[in-house]
T-cell receptor
Framework: AQSVTQLDSQVPVFEEAPVELRCNYS??????LFWYVQYPNQGLQLLLK??????LVESINGFEAEFNKSQTSFHLRKPSVHISDTAEYFCAVSERNTPLVFGKGTRLSVIA | ETGVTQTPRHLVMGMTNKKSLKCEQHLGHNAMYWYKQSAKKPLELMFV???????ENNSVPSRFSPECPNSSHLFLHLHTLQPEDSALYLC???????????????FGSGTRLTVV
């Protein structure tokens, strides 16, 4: 069965600095990978996803994630964060369209 | 609104109470899910419904009882809960059970449940 590990529970970063949120997964088959974001008092929103093809995927608000099959990773990056990026970020995996399995989440705190 | 509406947003209940959580989606989706979100733990998949039939039950205690009367509505009936059941309960939907890859899930804002 698939599993997801998010190594950092909290990541503080100064505004306009770069950030990387780490995600590793475990699976014996091909997977689909997702990043979701949860703002305070809200549900989860899809940020970006990897299905196949190009290993680098981007979101509309400047985040990107790179699928690395050999390292079974799908780290999320942003070159310059804003205060509004403060939220909790969840990595998720699906094996062949099975229900999503989520990591514990990483709380990103952007400091002015 | 995200297209998936959950009510109530907050609920405080005693261990002997009976209450229900409601989830409603107007997206035309056929699959719906209940997840439990506890602090410092991964989201836990509780139940999965596809076309009003339960297709997955992840060893959830019987004090949680789901109901899906139609493809737009999903309920979670609660009775004799324990304090450790306090959490954020999230409802999600997807177009079909197998369309996860292309669409992911649409989540509601959740119900914050506190058991006292």
């Amino acid at each position: 069965a698939q599993s997801v590990t998010q190594l950092d529970s909290q990541v503080p970063v100064f505004e306009e600095a770069p950030v990387e949120l780490r995600c590793n997964y475990s699976s014996s088959v091909s997977v689909y990978l997702f990043w979701y974001v949860q703002y305070p008092n809200q549900g989860l929103q899809l940020l970006l996803k990897y299905l196949s093809g190009s290993t680098l995927v981007e979101s509309i608000n400047g985040f990107e994630a790179e699928f690395n099959k050999s390292q079974t990773s799908f780290h999320l990056r942003k070159p310059s964060v804003h205060i509004s990026d403060t939220a909790e970020y969840f990595c998720a995996v699906s094996e062949r369209n099975t229900p999503l399995v989520f990591g514990k989440g990483t709380r990103l705190s952007v400091i002015a | 609104e995200t297209g998936v509406t959950q009510t109530p947003r907050h609920l405080v209940m005693g261990m002997t109470n009976k209450k229900s959580l409601k989830c409603e989606q107007h997206l035309g989706h056929n699959a719906m899910y209940w997840y439990k979100q506890s602090a410092k733990k991964p989201l836990e998949l509780m139940f999965v419904y596809s076309l009003e039939e339960r297709v997955e039950n992840n060893s959830v205690p019987s004090r949680f009882s789901p109901e899906c009367p139609n493809s737009s509505h999903l309920f979670l009936h609660l009775h004799t809960l324990q304090p450790e059941d306090s959490a954020l309960y999230l409802c999600a939907s997807s177009p079909t059970l197998t369309a996860i890859a292309n669409y992911g899930y649409t989540f509601g804002s959740g119900t914050r449940l506190t058991v006292v």
